[in-house]
């Protein structure tokens, strides 16, 4: 992966479309739509979609002033250090098998972590991308559902590459970070990007062809939540126990001090131990 020795330097601090196109191996990402500032991709790439864009088109903004994450939050997204992106899927997949469109992207991306800067990244149930135990990137799966038929997914994805410790805001220094305070090094956007989006189109053929099973074993993988001490914060209680495994749909199953298995659709999940 280039660093700043690279050449071009006034042009690394950008990103290239001729590049990311040119190094774009399948369908994931041949439609690159770019935009300097967005409220948020997602919210561009669901009006693109409802539109009836195909799938595999890519929403990409520099900056984005109403980031979102999930359960309301705000996604931190300042210019030129980190990549903000969505994609617009439609795979033929029941309503109850939607998790494994997120499991599916945490996958790909913590892949390009690993192979590419060999570190040591892994997934929190049920999105969050973790390095150093702290929070590097997040997915925000949003969808439409017509006819009790999934009519197409976005999935967002947030990544902290090049941002530095002093611009994240008090309320997250101490649980995020980026690829540059984990390397020491200041990366490519673009060489990340096309990263991301081919490891996407691998991982989402798995998910396309439902082979379940290589999906969720890779996850398990990957994964950091498993086998931990959590507190899970759902809608309405507050649980706590083990998170024992991943059912086949992606949930997770949660052993209760009592015994009592739950299965967990979505929450909020801390790791005590
Ligand atoms: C989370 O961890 O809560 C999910 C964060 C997802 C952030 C990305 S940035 C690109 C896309 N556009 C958004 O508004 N959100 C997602």
Redesign the pocket.
Known sequence: MPNVSDPEPLNFFKFSLDKIRAGIKGSIGREILFYEKVD????IAELLAARGKTEGTVVL?ET?R??????G?S?L?PPFVNI???VILRPQIQLKDITLITIMASIACINVLRKGLALDASIKWP??LIVSGK?I????TEVHIAEKRLGYAVT???LNVNIDSVEFPNEIKDIATSLKIETGRTLSRTEILIDILNELDNWYKTLKDMKRKELLNEWELLNCTLGREVVIKTGKESLMGLAESINDEGMLVLKLPSGERRIIYSGDLTILR
Request: aromatic share 8%.
């Open positions: 948020s991709t997602n919210s903004a984005q109403k980031g979102r994450g999930r359960l939050r996604w997204s903000y992106m969505s999105n969050d929070k990137g997040g997915i925000l967002g994805i947030g």
